[in-house]
């Protein structure tokens, strides 16, 4: 008796960690909306926005992203780089002209990343834009 109730107490604690694992909100109707992600902007956030530009969709949403630290450059601090689907975009000033009726999806990629990624010249970071097909 006592090895089942130990056993069942088991079971139970198990599915309520997995539950508590799970990526989205769910209710008695299942699942109602995706987790909010730091490193991520995706269009069902964006439709709730009333800005044009993802510039000040991130302002809004992300201002962190924006945020610099540590390392300079002997000309100052790097950038943060932009790249619209993978490929190089500019500065921060690309986004302010990128219209959010083309964007899917929006990505903060840390320094480290974007360095393996796309190479050295990313201290400070990078944001992906993902387009619309």
Known sequence: MRNARAASAFAVGLVLLVMACG??????????????????????ELSELTVTNAYDAILRLRPSWFRTRGQTTPTGSSPIRVYVDGISGGDLERLRSFSLDRVREMRRISASDATTRWGTGHQQGAIELITRG
């Open 23 to 44: 990526g989205t909100a769910t209710n008695s109707d299942g699942p109602t909306r995706p987790s909010m992600r730091r490193d991520v902007i995706r269009n069902a």
